[in-house]
C-alpha cells in the first residue's frame, strides 16, 4: 500500500505530517486544493507585498496546530480515541473551504447574505457522501453538536487553532511583527475541566499577548485603510457588473462566475440546487482577476476606469475616524463629480461610506477560560492584572468614506 503521510516543509512551523490516509485523501480532493487558488488576505498584498500565502497553507497550519493541542490534552490524561483525534483534524481543516475567491471581500458581493461558513458546512456534507459517512463525526464537532464540547471550542472559539494559525502566518507573510504569538506555549498550557477548554495559569501571559496582537493585527492588516480602498473597488466594480447586465449590456463574464452575478443566490438556493454549489468550488482568485483584466477594455467607461485604476494601483482614497462626519465630506465629494460631468446615476460608483469595528476579545460571545492554581476558574479579563485586556471588551467603531481620487470622465 502506498503510504500517504505525507510531509511539507512550512515556513512557519517546519516541517507538517499528514497523521491519516484518509486526511491525505481529504488534503489531494479537488475542493481542498482549491484553496491554493485563494489567497489568504485578499487585497492585502497591495498593501504589504509579502502576504501571498493561501487558504491552502492556512488549512495545513490550522490542522498541524490541532495535532499539537490534541498532543497535549492527551498528554494530561484526557481520554480522546483516535477517531475523534482525526475527526477534529478533519473539521480544522476543512473549516475555510467555502471560502471564495479573494477571501471576504465578495462573500456579500457575489452571494445574498451566504457566509463562507454555511458554504463550509455543504461541501463538508458533501464530502461526507464521497466518503461513505467518513466525516459524519467532524460535522459534529464543527457544528458544536457533539457532546465533548472542548473538541468544537478547539475549532471555534476566541482561542482556536483557526485564529492561533492565521495571527502567526499572517503576521509572518505581511511582514507586521506584532501580530507574531506564542502559540506553542499556549498549546502547552491547554487543559479541559468539565468538557470545557482552559488554559492553565502559567499560560495567563500568553493569552494576553494572543489577544493584543489579534487587536493589533486587525488595524494594522485586517482593517488597514488601503486594503479598506482596494476591496471597495472590487465590490463597485461588480456593482457596476451586474447594473450594466441589468441593462441588456452584454459582457464577458468568465462561466462559473457568471450564475453568481446574473442571480440572487441564497442559501436556500444552494441547498435546494447542486448545481450553485458545483459551480462555486470551481471559483477562484484567478477567475477575478481574468475578468478584471477583461473589463478594463470594456465600451463601459466607468466599468473600464475602475478596473485599470484597480489592476495599476491607481486605487481610492480615505478618510477614517471614530466620530467622522460623512455626510459633509459626501457632499463636496458629490459636488465635485458634478463639477467633473459625471452623471448623478454614475456617482454611486466612485464613493461608499462604511464603518469598521475591532474589539480584542468580545467576551459577551464566549469567554477564555484561565484555570488558576488554587483551581477556580476565571475569565481571562479578571484574571489578568491588564488593564488594558479589560479595554479591549470594548468595541472600537471607525466610520469611513472610501472615494475615488481625481476622477476623470469626459463629459457626457
Same mark, same amino acid.
Given at each position: 500500500m502506498t503510504n500517504k503521510r505525507k510531509i511539507f516543509n512550512d515556513p512557519v512551523y517546519g516541517f507538517i505530517t499528514i497523521p491519516s490516509d484518509f486526511i491525505f485523501e481529504i488534503v489531494q480532493h479537488p475542493y481542498f486544493q482549491r484553496l491554493r487558488r485563494i489567497k489568504q488576505l485578499g487585497m492585502a498584498e497591495l498593501v504589504?507585498?509579502?502576504?501571498?500565502?493561501?487558504? @491552502? =497553507?492556512?488549512?495545513?497550519?490550522? !490542522?498541524?496546530?490541532?495535532?499539537?493541542?490534541?498532543?497535549?490534552?492527551?498528554? *494530561?490524561? %484526557?481520554?480522546?480515541m483516535e477517531v475523534e483525534k482525526e475527526a477534529a483534524q478533519v473539521a480544522i481543516l476543512l473549516h475555510d473551504i467555502g471560502h471564495g475567491p479573494f &477571501?471576504? $471581500?465578495?462573500?456579500?458581493? %457575489?452571494?445574498?447574505?451566504?457566509?463562507?461558513?454555511?458554504?463550509? %458546512?455543504?461541501?463538508?456534507?458533501?464530502?461526507?457522501k464521497q466518503f461513505d459517512g467518513k466525516l /459524519?463525526?467532524?460535522?459534529?464537532?464543527?457544528?458544536?453538536?457533539?457532546?465533548? /464540547?472542548?473538541? +468544537?471550542?478547539?475549532?471555534?472559539? =476566541?482561542?482556536? !487553532?483557526?485564529? !492561533?494559525?492565521?495571527?502567526?502566518?499572517? &503576521?509572518?507573510?505581511?511582514?507586521?511583527?506584532?501580530?507574531?504569538?506564542g502559540a506553542e506555549r499556549i498549546i502547552k498550557m491547554l487543559n479541559v475541566v468539565d468538557n470545557e477548554l482552559v488554559v492553565e495559569e502559567k499560560g495567563l501571559l500568553s493569552v494576553e499577548n494572543f489577544l493584543v496582537?489579534?487587536?493589533?493585527?486587525?488595524?494594522?492588516?485586517?482593517? +488597514? *485603510?488601503?486594503?479598506?480602498? &482596494?476591496?471597495?473597488?472590487?465590490?463597485?466594480? @461588480?456593482?457596476? $457588473?451586474?447594473?450594466?447586465?441589468?441593462?441588456?449590456?452584454?459582457?464577458?463574464?468568465?462561466?462559473?462566475?457568471?450564475?453568481?452575478?446574473?442571480?440572487?443566490?441564497?442559501?436556500?438556493?444552494?441547498?435546494?440546487?447542486?448545481?450553485?454549489?458545483?459551480?462555486?468550488?470551481?471559483?477562484?482568485?484567478t477567475d477575478i482577476w481574468y475578468a478584471l483584466k477583461s473589463w478594463q477594455s470594456h465600451s463601459d467607461q466607468t466599468l473600464s476606469l475602475l478596473c485599470k485604476n484597480l489592476i495599476e494601483r491607481n486605487l481610492f482614497k480615505i478618510k477614517i475616524e471614530v466620530g467622522l462626519n460623512t455626510?459633509?465630506?459626501?457632499?463636496? @465629494?458629490?459636488?465635485? %463629480? +458634478?463639477?467633473?460631468?459625471?452623471?448623478? /446615476?454614475? =456617482? *454611486?460608483?466612485?464613493y461608499k461610506i462604511g464603518n469598521i469595528s475591532n474589539s480584542g476579545y468580545a467576551s459577551q460571545n464566549e469567554n477564555i477560560k484561565i484555570l488558576m492554581k488554587n483551581g477556580t476558574i476565571l475569565d481571562v479579563s479578571e484574571a489578568s492584572d491588564l488593564p488594558t485586556i479589560k479595554a479591549m471588551s470594548n468595541i472600537v467603531k471607525k466610520n469611513y468614506i472610501c472615494y475615488a481620487n481625481d476622477v476623470y470622465l469626459p463629459s457626457i
Open positions: 504589504y507585498p509579502g502576504a501571498f500565502h493561501s487558504r @491552502f =497553507q492556512h488549512a495545513l497550519g490550522a !490542522m498541524h496546530l490541532m495535532n499539537e493541542a490534541l498532543n497535549t490534552l492527551q498528554s *494530561k490524561g %484526557l481520554l480522546i &477571501s471576504h $471581500v465578495l462573500e456579500y458581493a %457575489l452571494l445574498k447574505g451566504v457566509n463562507h461558513e454555511a458554504i463550509s %458546512l455543504l461541501l463538508m456534507e458533501d464530502l461526507n /459524519s463525526l467532524a460535522i459534529e464537532m464543527f457544528k458544536g453538536t457533539y457532546n465533548r /464540547s472542548f473538541f +468544537h471550542q478547539l475549532i471555534s472559539s =476566541q482561542l482556536d !487553532m483557526d485564529r !492561533m494559525d492565521y495571527l502567526n502566518r499572517d &503576521s509572518f507573510y505581511s511582514g507586521v511583527a506584532e501580530g507574531k504569538i496582537a489579534r487587536r493589533l493585527m486587525y488595524w494594522q492588516v485586517y482593517l +488597514h *485603510k488601503t486594503s479598506i480602498c &482596494s476591496e471597495t473597488m472590487v465590490l463597485k466594480i @461588480f456593482e457596476r $457588473v451586474k447594473d450594466l447586465i441589468a441593462d441588456g449590456i452584454t459582457i464577458e463574464i468568465p462561466r462559473n462566475l457568471e450564475v453568481f452575478i446574473k442571480e440572487n443566490i441564497s442559501l436556500d438556493d444552494f441547498k435546494n440546487d447542486n448545481k450553485y454549489l458545483q459551480n462555486f468550488i470551481q471559483l477562484d482568485d455626510e459633509e465630506i459626501e457632499r463636496g @465629494f458629490l459636488e465635485k %463629480l +458634478h463639477n467633473k460631468n459625471i452623471p448623478k /446615476s454614475l =456617482q *454611486k460608483y466612485y
